[in-house]
């Protein structure tokens, strides 16, 4: 866990407060209707069908590992999909029977960072919410000396500066200026919209775009790990819509030099950690979700009752929120 100086402020309990990052992934009608139709798909009856009536009968949050390289949607895809195959529902590329399962996940992550993605699964989704308002927990592995456009190591380099005068100490000292109740300009690759597109989108397109304005946000605690300059690795502890590489950039224009990102891995999100709860994917199958959903809905606080969530199948109305 991360270790380091704190503001005086505590990670807040699981509240709802954000807004999830999912797309509705079921049928119109209820959700006998749902899985009555899954069933059929998977043939009616036998190890099939009662797969399918497993699948369907899932419902809570699980966390999954993200490798890099794949967004966070990409890899929500190939979950479903394969949860999908091994329930034996045939979907060969008609999205109406595809949009039978509903699953989603809460807090994206970048392409080339790893770690703790939590995932969503039937009447779950609604829990992401939740879950979003927990403190996440990161390391991170920045670069002194190399700007980038991207602000990490997938960006082009904008500048470069000498790092030699920078200690340990300085570092240190630098990280409690960066913890507490802070502003943080969000970068400009990033998935906040402007009129409904991607700021990444717009600048990739060769469009002048303006940085957001500086927000709030929380740092719980931020730790120097080690310091092999040029690199150094960083712990923190933060709340949503924090972006760890603004604070890396940030922390290389404190030291009168600048830095960019080169590595990040999730390692907590809420209660759910990487070495304990995150699935990897030899372990996306149906029987260890199930088994997951059982371990990782006893850790939210006020977790409604299992039956509640098996039996209740409101409509959903798909939303959407960027939150990294």
Same mark, same amino acid.
């Given at each position: ?23 509705? &992934? ?14 059929? !798909? ?5 190890? $099939? ?23 966070? $949607? ?24 595809? &949009? ?11 392409? $080339? ?58 570092? !240190? ?33 060769? !469009? ?17 790990? &080690? ?35 080169? !590595? ?61």
């Amino acid at each position: 866990s991360a270790k380091g100086r704190t503001a005086g402020v505590s990670p807040p309990s699981l509240k709802p407060g954000a807004r999830p990052n999912y797309v509705s &992934q079921r049928l119109p009608g209820e959700g006998g209707r749902a899985r009555s139709m899954a069933g059929r !798909e998977a043939g009616g009856g036998g190890v $099939a069908a009662r797969a399918a009536q497993k699948l369907f009968s899932l419902s809570g949050l699980f966390a999954v590992y993200k490798p890099k390289g794949p967004t966070s $949607a990409a890899v929500l895809n190939l979950l479903k999909e394969k949860l999908l195959a091994e329930a034996g529902v045939q979907t060969n590329g008609n999205k109406r029977k595809s &949009q039978v399962l509903k699953i989603g996940h809460g807090g994206t992550l970048d392409s $080339a960072a790893t770690g703790v993605l939590v995932v969503g699964i039937g009447k779950g989704t609604k829990l992401l919410k939740t879950i979003l308002a927990g403190s996440k927990k990161y390391t991170a592995i920045g670069l002194l000396g190399k700007a980038t456009d991207t602000l990490d190591a997938t960006g082009k380099v904008t500048e470069e500066k000498p790092y030699d005068q920078v200690t340990k100490r300085d570092l !240190e000292n630098v990280l409690q200026k960066f913890t507490g109740d802070i502003m943080q300009v969000p970068p400009l690759y990033s998935a906040l919209k402007k009129d409904g597109e991607r700021l990444s989108t717009l600048v990739k397109r060769g !469009e002048a775009v303006e940085a957001k304005p500086a927000r709030p946000v929380r740092v719980y605690s931020l730790s120097l790990q &080690q310091f092999q300059p040029p690199l150094f690795t960083l712990d923190v502890e933060c709340g949503g819509g924090f972006y760890v590489r603004s604070l890396v950039s940030d922390i290389g224009k404190e030291l009168s030099t600048c830095a960019s990102m080169q !590595e990040l891995t999730r390692t907590k999100h809420g209660p759910f950690t990487l070495e304990e709860h995150a699935l990897h994917e030899d372990k996306w199958t149906i029987d260890e979700i199930a088994r997951s959903l059982e371990h990782c809905m006893s850790l939210l606080p006020g977790e409604p009752s299992h039956k509640k969530f098996k039996t209740e199948h409101p409509e959903e109305t798909a939303v959407s929120c960027e939150d990294k």
